[in-house]
Nanobody
Framework: QVQLVESGGGLVQTGGSLRLSCAAS????????MGWFRQVPGKEREFVAA????????DYADSVKGRFTISRDNTKNTGYLQMNSLKPEDTAVYYC???????????????WGQGTQVTVSS
């Protein structure tokens, strides 16, 4: 029904920046919130950031607050995650998600992208 595709991941040195994009397509029939999550082997999927349809409500994990910025451009059906001052502990597969309500837990989202790898070298 809804497809999400992440892009923008890659290798970066400590202190560098990356900008992830999440393009949405398909049969969207209502406004949707978006979130970003990340996952490393052996750990649960971790909340990173979320944004409401209008952009009026945003939230960040404490570990990324002040370094990451979530945004969206609804005219392009695209969400973004700007990541600055990257640290090795940010290394993970990053996933975007879409759902009917603003949320910070994975189970509340209906659609997921395939993920994009972010690797931060020390």
């Amino acid at each position: 029904q809804v497809q999400l595709v992440e892009s923008g991941g890659g290798l970066v040195q400590t202190g560098g920046s990356l900008r992830l994009s999440c393009a949405a397509s398909g049969r969207t029939f209502r406004p949707y919130a978006m979130g970003w999550f990340r996952q490393v082997p052996g750990k649960e999927r971790e909340f990173v950031a979320a944004i409401s349809w209008s952009g009026g409500r945003r939230d960040y994990a404490d570990s990324v607050k002040g370094r990451f910025t979530i945004s969206r451009d609804n005219t392009k059906n695209t969400g973004y995650l700007q990541m600055n001052s990257l640290k090795p502990e940010d290394t993970a597969v990053y996933y975007c998600a879409a759902g009917g309500h603003f949320a910070t837990v994975p189970g509340e989202y209906d659609y997921w992208g395939q993920g994009t790898q972010v690797t931060v070298s020390s």
